[in-house]
């Protein structure tokens, strides 16, 4: 009878010992399944983000491109209503009889940009025949980008679409931007052109007259000194959340500046003709209008134009002296 109990207890050990092992190996088997599970769903979840991320990607692709686009397309519609209008005013001039006179002409369309009520960018498009110039001084010169007539970058090694322009807008490191082109009789390209019209060069002049090589006017020689005007846009990217910038004179009275200034407190535009050009050096023009409205205070600059003609003068400068000091 004692041997039948402890066979009994045997084998009902074996079969605790059994089913003990066969739920081990079921919850062992569960766990793996979860495990199985949560991997799965970390995959999904980590093919979510990267889908998720990558149509950001695209859509800030997108949005950059569709920017751009628009920014093209306005360069494009502004820089062709230039055109004409150097081009009709020219014609013009012809039909109001205006056949020996001519004038060199500058001027500049001032297009400021804001993202949500805040400055972010200061577009500026030039247009340009003869020697008549325009200099922008700015802290931000090194980050502008220019374009030509077809919105292409000015820095490109790409061809323009006019050969006679320069590849780039000559920019220098100390903060003044030449956005427009001299077009003196001296140009080699303007030169080139010219004499591939049929005329020639008498000491330095077309056809020994005038000493430029594009202007409005000057009909009798129109064959060769043409009306079409050199064209540019350029973008002044301003940093931040559109805050003034104090890095260009860092001593400056923010409050005047504030109040005379309608965007930004150091960029300035100057528009002259040669007379102010031929005796100094675009950079020289901007520090000296700098330093005279640093010592004077901001309400100098209305009288900072006035400044310059007298420097000029001073230098012996005899051709015509216009100047517009405009701030950004």
């Known amino acids: 009878?004692?041997?039948?109990?402890?066979?009994?207890l045997s084998e009902q050990q074996a079969n605790n010992n059994m089913n003990g092992s066969e739920k081990n190996n079921g919850d062992s088997n569960n766990v793996k399944q979860q495990q199985k599970q949560?991997?799965?769903?970390?995959?999904?979840?980590?093919?979510?983000?990267?889908?998720?991320?990558?149509?950001?990607?695209?859509?800030?692709?997108?949005?950059?491109?569709?920017?751009?686009?628009?920014?093209?397309?306005?360069?494009?519609?502004?820089?062709?209503?230039?055109?004409?209008?150097?081009?009709l005013t020219d014609i013009q001039s012809r039909m109001d009889g205006i056949t020996t006179s001519g004038?060199?002409?500058?001027?500049?369309?001032?297009?400021?940009?804001?993202?949500?009520?805040?400055?972010?960018?200061?577009?500026i498009h030039a247009a340009n025949a003869g020697d008549a110039r325009a200099v922008l001084s700015s802290t931000k010169a090194r980050l502008a980008n220019n374009t030509n007539k077809q919105g292409k970058s000015m820095s490109s090694k790409q061809s323009l679409p006019n050969p006679e322009l320069p590849n780039e807008l000559p920019i220098t490191r100390t903060k003044?931007?030449?956005?427009?082109?001299?077009?003196?009789?001296?140009?080699?390209?303007?030169?080139?052109?010219?004499?591939?019209?049929?005329?020639?060069?008498?000491?330095?002049?077309?056809?020994?007259?005038?000493?430029?090589?594009?202007?409005?006017?000057?009909?009798?020689l129109k064959e060769y000194v043409i009306a079409r005007p050199?064209?540019?846009?350029?973008?002044?990217?301003?940093?931040?959340?559109?805050?003034?910038?104090?890095?260009?004179?860092?001593?400056?009275?923010?409050?005047?500046?504030?109040?005379?200034?309608?965007?930004?407190?150091?960029?300035?535009?100057?528009?002259?003709?040669?007379g102010l050009w031929d005796v100094m050096e675009d950079q020289e023009v901007c520090d000296i209008v700098r330093s005279y409205v640093h010592e004077n205070g901001s309400e100098s600059r209305e009288r900072v134009s006035s400044v310059l003609v007298q420097e000029a003068l001073k230098r012996g400068s005899t051709d015509?002296?216009?100047?517009i000091v405009y701030w950004l």
């Open 320 to 323: 015509n002296i216009t100047v």
């Open 176 to 220: 003044a931007v030449r956005i427009t082109h001299d077009h003196k009789s001296t140009d080699k390209k303007e030169v080139e052109r010219i004499e591939n019209a049929g005329g020639i060069m008498i000491r330095g002049r077309v056809l020994g007259v005038l000493a430029v090589a594009r202007s409005l006017g000057d009909h009798g």
């Open 1 to 8: 009878m004692a041997k039948e109990w402890t066979h009994c």
């Open 103 to 123: 004038a060199t002409v500058v001027c500049c369309v001032v297009i400021p940009k804001f993202d949500n009520g805040k400055l972010s960018a200061i577009t």
């Open 230 to 274: 050199y064209l540019s846009s350029t973008v002044v990217q301003i940093e931040g959340s559109g805050a003034k910038d104090e890095t260009a004179v860092q001593q400056h009275d923010k409050s005047d500046d504030q109040q005379s200034s309608p965007y930004t407190e150091n960029e300035f535009l100057i528009v002259a003709c040669d």
């Open 38 to 87: 949560q991997s799965k769903k970390r995959r999904l979840d980590d093919d979510t983000d990267t889908n998720g991320n990558n149509q950001l990607l695209l859509r800030n692709k997108e949005n950059t491109n569709n920017t751009n686009a628009v920014y093209e397309r306005e360069s494009q519609i502004i820089q062709t209503a230039l055109e004409r209008a150097f081009l």
